[in-house]
């Protein structure tokens, strides 16, 4: 799991167990090279979406052109897990894209032989089956609501929620 907020990658290591990653401290497609045996790994799943963030020219490069409304997302983390994937790996989009975007590494899918894979969140199908685990306590949720409050503090818990801040994850309102 990769990701620069250091409280985010903390949570994941003590609720998941998985391994992370600070991408402002890493060179991450080097480092995931050199965990998987000089491969890269066999899924990646990238869940930023269109406001990636990222340091370096290519970060520049996508939110200059995004700003002059030469392309509607920045799709710096997909090319990231373009380049990081095995051979024959897949790729799943999971964040949100809502337009256009260059500088998108087609060739590097198509010579790697990636399969691209991606969805917009499928809530009548699996939310029921999903609430049905969380009462049998097969996926527990409860570490993501960092910030509870009541419905009058929303503006204050969305603000928290862009900008990152008190380690908020995800600020859940109580009317
Ligand atoms: N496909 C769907 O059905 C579905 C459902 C829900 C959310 N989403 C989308 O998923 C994305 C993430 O949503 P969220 O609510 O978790 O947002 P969030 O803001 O809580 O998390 C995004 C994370 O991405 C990290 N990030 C930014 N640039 C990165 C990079 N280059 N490499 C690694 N990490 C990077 C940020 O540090 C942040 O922690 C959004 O695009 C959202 O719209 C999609």
Redesign the pocket.
């Known amino acids: 799991m990769?990701?620069?907020?250091q409280e985010?990658l903390t949570q994941v290591e003590q609720v998941i167990g998985a391994e992370t990653m600070n991408?402002e401290t890493s060179e991450v497609t080097a480092e995931l090279r050199e965990l998987t045996g000089g491969r890269g790994p066999d899924v990646c799943i990238e869940?930023?979406?269109?406001?990636?963030?990222?340091d370096g020219p290519d970060f520049a490069y996508d939110q200059l052109k995004q700003q002059l409304r030469l392309q509607t997302d920045r799709p710096?983390?997909v090319r990231?897990a373009v380049f990081a994937a095995r051979k024959g790996g897949s790729l799943f989009v999971?964040?949100?894209f809502g337009g256009y975007v260059d500088k998108f590494p087609l060739g590097a899918i198509m010579n790697k032989g990636l399969t691209l894979r991606?969805?917009?969140?499928h809530g009548h199908r699996y939310i029921p089956m999903l609430l049905e685990r969380m009462a049998r306590d097969e996926i527990v949720t409860e570490h993501l609501a960092t910030h509870v409050m009541p419905l009058d503090d929303a503006p204050d818990g969305y603000a928290m929620?862009k900008d990152?801040t008190d380690g908020c994850?995800r600020a859940v309102f109580r009317p």
């Open positions: 990769i990701d620069r907020f985010r991408y869940a930023v979406g269109m406001e990636a963030h990222r710096t983390a990231e999971l964040g949100v991606s969805v917009q969140q929620f990152k994850v």
